[in-house]
């Protein structure tokens, strides 16, 4: 099994990254943090990468449910997605596929979630998608 859900838009990385954050909000997500990796990268090591940015994206009710069914769940929350600038007008962004917490776990409440988490972010996926052609 992959551990990513993935896509390619044709837009430019800063309305690649808005169009994320409005993807994950219309499927009850939050975006808790943002890092910066091409930042981190340059202040702590001088080195150059392409504009990156983890968004660790959040759905309360989801996330309570796994903490009930799973105490030590946070380990592998928030939901990691990674938008990444290709070059030439084109975005790729890659969603952390939430099935990783049930093999994981082998907990079948957190299948659960996961299964719920897992088809909001194809939803996330396939709005992106909509809007990323040109």
Same mark, same amino acid.
């Given at each position: 099994m992959g551990y990513a859900i993935s896509t390619v838009l044709d837009r430019p990385f800063d309305e690649a990254v808005e169009a994320t954050r409005a993807a994950l909000k219309d499927q009850g997500f939050g975006v808790l943090t943002e890092i910066d990796m091409s930042a981190t990268l340059k202040e702590k090591l001088d080195v150059e990468i392409p504009r990156q940015v983890i968004l660790g994206a959040c759905n309360p009710p989801? +996330?309570?449910? +796994?903490l009930q069914a799973e105490e030590t769940i946070g380990l592998?929350?928030?939901?990691? $997605? $990674?938008?990444?600038?290709?070059? +030439? /007008?084109?975005? /790729?962004?890659d969603f952390l596929d939430p099935q990783i917490m049930s093999e994981v776990t082998a907990n079948p409440g $957190?299948?659960?979630v996961?299964?719920?988490a897992a088809a909001r972010l194809r939803s996330a996926r396939e709005a992106l998608e909509q809007v990323g052609a040109r």
């Open positions: 989801l +996330a309570h449910r +796994a592998l929350l928030p939901c990691n $997605v $990674v938008v990444r600038d290709l070059g +030439a /007008g084109r975005t /790729g962004v $957190v299948t659960a996961a299964d719920d």
